[in-house]
């Protein structure tokens, strides 16, 4: 029996051994074989996502192109090379900056590939490709300033920006001793306070500041002598995800080998310099933002007018549970930041599952705001009305259903048009907020023409002009509509 375990026990010894040697054989990217559910689920559904800000030229930036939108840039190349060594379709998802990394986290973007350096604390959050550009940070500051400013040490008591949550920013605050940091989250409004010298310089990288540069004769760019100046590039994954990692870093090294990076910065430089009429080039950028606004707007306004009423009943209830409902659904909406509630409804939606667009989550959570004021219009048009009305309705046999339904709300609604209007007006103008998860509409637009046109100032009278033609329009709609309703209701009581 002895004899028989030592047996089994040297066969099981040499099998071992043997299986370790031929491991030694193996290609290293056969023994590593790393997969995960992301690049399983990419593969699956036949596209990549990728998030990033489009207003960055020369990374990426919106042209007009045989008269079509598109966004391009060397970061999109870099994309399009990612996609097409996956074999899968890219799809593009266009917000700020800033809100990028929390649409990586809660699964609403596959990557980010949108000029993002590496840094720890990124790092805690997600995992970073290869490096695929290392680019110089130097200070975008006015022609005029060139005498005044030439090293770190000259930028005491004085205003610089930078772009929020960036390499850029975090250089400002620690390597210019005693300058006021101004951050922000478009590139375009830091040059816009440049031009109007409401700072005085900004942190910026090599091939970004040199395209305003070469747009704008009243700015040049600074060498100031950053300590570790060289921001490497990379692109911005989901944690725990070593397959769709090393499918990236393998479309990284051929891009690098082939010396692709060159190719794209020449194609995207002359795609930036191409000139036409600004009204040709972006005429359709303002329509395409103006149509949005106003979808936007008529969505949160039915949504809020519906949800408005119910709230409005809830209150008015005597019971407890619907009324007391009713008042922390209004308190708190009031109480928040519409900018809040977008992002909760923008995230929150992902993370229970709910797939739904940019648009989609904006134009609810623009009416799950607006509800909780029309509900408070609503509740003091029903109080305007007499009580006697409804005791009237109750003696002539109605209930408190019907008596509601046919006498008080025709009587309150009247009283509550104007303000009903306003809201109206007032989510025309909110609707901007939405600009800030992607959503097409005006404000988000005239970023896109700011980044594209580098002109700061221009794309904002335009946009005034057009939010101004926008309310002026709907106040006069909704003045007329208000006449006919009263001289309709004193043709009844005649």
Do not use: C
Request: hydrophobic share 45%.
């Amino acid at each position: 029996m002895k004899k028989l375990i030592h047996l089994w026990l040297a066969i099981i010894l040499v099998v071992t051994s043997m299986a370790g040697s031929l491991a030694l054989f193996v290609p290293k990217d056969v023994q590593a074989a790393p997969t995960d559910q992301y690049l399983q689920n990419i593969k699956k559904k036949g596209y990549i996502t990728v998030g990033l800000s489009a207003d960055y030229p020369p990374y990426e930036f919106h042209k007009t192109i045989k008269g079509q939108d598109k966004i391009v840039g060397f970061d999109i190349d870099v994309a399009k090379k990612i996609a097409k060594d996956m074999g899968v379709k890219l799809k593009i998802d266009e917000m700020q900056f800033d809100g990028l990394l929390g649409a990586l986290k809660t699964g609403k973007i596959d990557m980010i590939i949108s000029g993002m350096s590496k840094t720890p604390e990124r790092a805690k959050e997600v995992t970073f490709s290869d490096t695929y550009l290392a680019a110089k940070q130097k200070i975008l500051i006015r022609k005029s300033d060139v005498d005044k400013y030439k090293t770190t040490m000259d930028f005491n008591n004085v205003k610089v920006g930078a772009q929020k949550q960036t390499t850029q920013e975090e250089l400002a605050k620690t390597q210019l001793d005693g300058s006021k940091v101004t951050s922000l989250a478009k590139f375009t409004d830091l040059v816009l306070q440049l031009e109007n010298k409401k700072i005085d310089a900004i942190v910026a990288e090599g091939p970004v500041g040199q395209a305003y540069v070469d747009q704008n004769k009243s700015l040049t760019m600074i060498n100031p002598g950053f300590t570790n100046s060289i921001k490497n590039t990379a692109v911005a994954l989901p944690k725990d995800s070593p397959a769709l990692t090393a499918q990236v870093n393998k479309s990284i090294g051929e891009i690098k080998s082939q010396k692709l990076m060159p190719k794209y910065q020449k194609t995207a430089n002359k795609l930036m310099f191409s000139k036409q009429s600004f009204f040709k080039e972006y005429g359709s950028y303002y329509v395409k933002g103006a149509w949005f606004t106003v979808a936007l707007a008529f969505i949160g306004v039915i949504i809020g007018t519906a949800l408005g009423t119910l709230l409005a009943l809830m209150r008015r209830s005597k019971i407890k549970i619907f009324k007391w409902l009713s008042v922390i659904y209004i308190e708190y909406t009031r109480g928040t930041p519409l900018l809040v509630q977008v992002f909760i409804v923008f995230f929150g939606t992902q993370v229970i599952g709910l797939h739904v667009s940019a648009f989609v989550s904006s134009a609810l959570a623009m009416g799950l705001n607006s509800g909780a004021y029309v509900a408070e219009i609503i509740r003091g048009g029903l109080n305007s009305v007499d009580t006697g009305q409804n005791e009237a309705a109750r003696s002539l046999g109605l209930n408190s259903g019907l008596s509601m339904r046919y006498v008080v709300l025709p009587q309150a609604f009247k009283n509550i048009l104007p303000a009903l209007g306003n809201e109206f007006i007032a989510v025309i103008k909110e609707s901007s907020i939405v600009s800030v998860v992607g959503v097409g509409e005006l404000m988000f637009q005239t970023g896109v023409i700011q980044g594209a046109s580098f002109k700061p100032f221009l794309p904002l009278v335009f946009a005034s002009l057009i939010y101004f033609v926008l309310t002026f329009g709907l106040s006069r709609l909704l003045s007329l509509i208000e006449k006919r309703y009263n001289l309709s209701s004193k043709s009844n009581i005649v």
